[in-house]
């Protein structure tokens, strides 16, 4: 069963984007992003070794609890507030539906 789901995504300059995500192919925010040529680079591939693809989670969606790996890159990134979470250790489900980031500064 195919599902897509709306992201409501702020880009650096302030504009709001409404993308469309499917939610059956195991795709990570992160890699969403990147699919609409957002400037969220993912040096890492997704390993959550980098902070490259932070965001910032604007709306209560439930998002699983952050990995030791997320927290202990967070903690070195610049830009963290308590809402920021890497956006490649987000997979895309049904329930995320309308969900709304912002994408943190440029590192």
Avoid: W
């Avoid at 969606?61 to 990995?67: A, K, M, T, V």
């Amino acid at each position: 069963m195919i599902q897509d789901i709306i992201l409501y995504v702020t880009d650096r300059e302030g504009n709001s984007h409404e993308l469309l995500a499917p939610t059956d192919m195991q795709l990570n925010l992160m890699e969403v992003c990147k699919s609409y040529e957002f400037p969220v680079e993912g040096t890492c591939g997704g390993m959550a070794l980098c902070a490259s693809c932070q965001v910032y989670t604007e709306s209560d969606h439930q998002l699983p609890e952050r990995s030791e790996a997320e927290e202990a890159m967070l903690s070195e990134a610049f830009h963290v507030k308590e809402n920021s979470r890497l956006g490649c250790q987000i997979n895309l489900t049904p329930e995320l539906d309308g969900l709304q980031i912002t994408l943190a500064p440029e590192e």
